[in-house]
């Protein structure tokens, strides 16, 4: 955990923005690879500006030879760490994959038993839209648990509902019976909501310390590169 802010990096990396989700605490081992991988982009970034800073007191380097040093270690640890990310948010995903089944399985098991539960969706598929909304809303009231489980475990179509409809019935009926796991996706999915517009970010980041466009470092560090192996002269026989 960094020791205080730093002004020099994007709040948008502070884990402390990620902590102060609200549902965290509670969810913190499942979102808790993200957390890690911010707060090494965070610490590292800092290190960053401390090496562009150590490299502008010295005097026997050029300006050329301060973004060249500095790139090149940006750079690196740029990769390092967007790969970090790309695990943290592969590995979140999995996990939001594996929250979402156990919410729904036993519904689907459910809904595909007997003919009873086809007749129900047929039911409601015969309604007109206010009807649907009454029964829905009725059902949801009453706890009717096999009505529920025939409509909501199957395809939104089968019972006239459209998609936003049926999400959002749904939704309810998960937040009665399983809160927890509700929340638990709630937080995840804002966690990667904001993974999802991170790299930008990551990148911008890298390059301001430097002070200079990677296209700019990539030509130092080939000149650099042409310039050493100009000086390895070999001996003539």
């Not at 649907?132 to 009505?147: K, Q, V």
């Not at 199957?154 to 809160?179: C, E, I, N, V």
């Not at 909501?193 to 911008?204: K, N, S, T, W």
């Amino acid at each position: 955990m960094p020791d205080k802010i730093d002004t020099r990096v994007s709040p948008a990396l502070d884990p402390e923005t990620y902590r102060a989700i609200e549902g965290y605490e509670e969810n913190a081992q499942f979102v808790g690879g993200v957390v890690n991988a911010m707060n090494d982009a965070y610490v590292t970034l800092g290190k960053v500006h401390d090496a562009r800073r150590l490299a502008d007191s010295n005097g026997a380097f050029t300006e050329e030879q301060r973004i060249l040093h500095v790139g090149q270690v940006a750079e690196e640890h740029k990769l390092r760490i967007l790969k970090r990310l790309d695990l943290a948010e592969r590995d979140l995903a999995a996990t939001i994959a594996h929250t979402e089944e156990q919410l729904m399985r036993p519904l689907t098991e459910q809904a595909g038993l007997g003919s009873l539960n086809g007749e129900v969706r047929a039911f409601a598929r015969g309604l007109d839209r206010s009807e649907r909304e009454a029964f829905m809303n009725a059902t949801l009231e009453g706890d009717d648990e096999p009505t529920l489980t025939a409509i909501l475990g199957a395809q939104s179509f089968l019972s006239g509902l459209t998609p936003l409809d049926h999400d959002h019935y749904l939704r309810l009926y998960h937040q009665k019976r399983r809160p927890d796991l509700v929340r638990r996706l709630d937080v995840m999915q804002r966690f990667r909501d904001r993974l999802d517009r991170i790299a930008p970010i990551v990148h911008e980041q890298f390059a301001k310390p430097v002070g200079a466009k990677p296209g700019i470092v990539a030509a130092l560090s080939k000149a650099n590169e042409q310039a050493l192996a100009a000086l390895k002269i070999e001996p003539t026989v």
